[in-house]
């Protein structure tokens, strides 16, 4: 299994997107392309590696030219002679060239490094990633479909269309016009009374609506209030996790285990939702699993609008650790078209785990050339 990253190449491709949703859309309301980073890892053998970077500027700060530069420029040379089975000297080497902030640097960026090392590994070594693991859980994910109406109006449209698409649990964009965000709430409690269903305010509240809305949430059913304050605001979140009126999980302010263990020791939270694709890829995100595992936290598990690789390495992660509640993987939900020989299809509501080894799934280049 004696192999050395031999090169690492970067190209851009977009993604069609069919519906609204508030990342992907212009200040005038008109929807445009949801574009990745595809990250190509070939190894002195010959055998290649694929990974995505999905970074999403009205999210978060990185963006398709800062993962490609910062591949290209700094990454690369670092781990060009590398050994891919090294972990530790991998991250140690990209976390050198790009240094961390509060936490880790460009985690996005480094995930499609990651989803493309995971994926050459898992082929050099013909395992998969529950081999790998010595896990799984479950052989399929349940989704949840992302509710982000403008309008109460349209409420009703929007659950009817995800109900013939097969999916019975939603996840809601909330935040910040709360009177807007709890009528949203009510209709959707009435049209779906034994749904799951939770609140993520990507940190769009202010510390007082939020303590204001969060037991109305409650009183509605929303079995969690995801990111109610953005990350930097911990005196909110220690407040909020005092008032106890509904669970409280974080989401944009983890990045890497070391904040989720540092945020829960300091009772800030009572989960976290997992990213693959925010946290630097799967290396960190099952060291958050394993976490919320193990101090009985609330496991929650969500994505970037991923597609394909992406997407696999997120339902890979959920499967294989069990994920208790629907995931806020919104990829099939938005996105059109796929790269892969065998796009991951969701069937009432649930889409099945890739069994092959690496990432599990294969790229067809012809559907590649045409979305590049």
């Given at each position: 299994?004696?192999a050395?990253?031999d090169r690492i190449e970067t190209f851009v491709?977009?993604y069609?997107?069919?519906?609204?949703?508030?990342?992907f859309?212009?200040?005038d309301?008109k929807s445009f392309?949801?574009?990745?980073?595809?990250v190509?890892?070939?190894?002195?053998?010959?055998?290649?590696?694929?990974?995505?970077?999905v970074?999403t500027p009205?999210?978060s700060y990185e963006?398709?030219?800062t993962?490609?530069?910062?591949?290209?420029g700094?990454?690369a040379?670092?781990?060009?002679g590398?050994?891919?089975?090294d972990?530790?000297?991998?991250?140690?080497?990209?976390?050198r060239a790009?240094?961390?902030?509060f936490?880790?640097?460009?985690?996005?960026?480094?995930?499609?490094v990651?989803?493309a090392?995971?994926?050459l590994t898992g082929?050099i070594?013909?395992?998969?990633?529950?081999?790998?693991?010595?896990i799984?859980?479950?052989?399929?994910?349940e989704?949840?479909w992302?509710?982000n109406?403008?309008?109460?109006e349209?409420?009703?449209?929007n659950?009817?269309e995800a109900?013939?698409?097969?999916y019975?649990?939603?996840?809601m964009k909330v935040?910040?016009?709360?009177?807007f965000d709890l009528?949203?709430?009510?209709?959707v409690?009435?049209l779906?009374?034994d749904?799951c269903?939770?609140v993520?305010?990507?940190?769009?509240?202010?510390e007082s609506?939020a303590?204001?809305v969060?037991?109305?949430?409650a009183e509605?059913g929303m079995v969690a209030f995801?990111?109610?304050?953005?990350a930097?605001r911990l005196?909110?979140?220690?407040?909020l996790?005092?008032?106890?009126?509904?669970?409280?999980?974080m989401?944009?302010?983890i990045?890497s285990?070391?904040?989720?263990r540092e945020?829960h020791?300091?009772?800030?939270?009572?989960?976290a939702?997992i990213?693959?694709a925010?946290?630097?890829?799967l290396?960190d995100?099952v060291?958050?699993a394993?976490?919320?595992r193990?101090?009985?936290?609330?496991?929650?598990?969500?994505?970037l609008?991923d597609?394909?690789?992406?997407?696999a390495a997120?339902?890979?992660l959920?499967?294989a650790?069990?994920l208790?509640y629907?995931?806020?993987?919104n990829?099939p939900?938005?996105?059109?078209?796929?790269?892969?020989?065998?796009?991951l299809?969701?069937v009432e509501?649930?889409?099945?785990a890739?069994g092959?080894?690496g990432l599990g799934?294969e790229?067809?280049e012809?559907?590649?050339t045409?979305l590049?």
């Open positions: 299994m004696a050395k990253i491709i977009h069609p997107v069919a519906g609204r949703f508030k990342f859309e212009t200040s309301g392309a949801r574009p990745a980073v595809m190509k890892i070939t190894a002195d053998n010959g055998m290649v590696g694929w990974g995505q970077s970074p009205r999210w963006t398709v030219e993962v490609e530069s910062t591949i290209r700094y990454l040379p670092e781990l060009q590398q050994d891919p089975f972990g530790d000297a991998i991250a140690e080497r990209m976390n790009i240094a961390p902030s936490s880790t640097g460009q985690p996005i960026c480094k995930a499609g990651d989803l090392l995971f994926d082929k070594a013909g395992q998969s990633a529950f081999d790998r693991w010595g799984r859980e479950q052989n399929q994910v989704l949840s992302t509710l109406p403008r309008r109460l349209d409420i009703e449209a659950v009817e109900k013939i698409r097969g019975a649990h939603f996840n935040a910040p016009d709360a009177a009528e949203m709430c009510r209709a409690r009435r779906l009374p749904a269903l939770w993520d305010a990507n940190g769009g509240y202010d609506t303590l204001e969060a037991p109305k949430f509605l995801e990111q109610p304050l953005r930097n005196g909110g979140y220690a407040r996790k005092k008032q106890g009126a509904i669970p409280i999980l989401d944009e302010g990045v285990v070391t904040e989720l945020f020791q300091l009772n800030l939270l009572d989960g939702a990213k693959v925010r946290c630097g890829g290396r995100a060291r958050q394993q976490y919320l193990e101090h009985g936290l609330l496991f929650f598990g969500s994505g609008t597609p394909d690789l992406s997407l997120s339902v890979l959920f499967s650790f069990g208790p629907p995931a806020a993987l990829g939900q938005y996105l059109t078209e796929s790269i892969l020989k065998q796009p299809a969701v509501g649930k889409v099945a890739p092959g080894p799934v790229i067809d012809t559907k590649l045409r590049r």
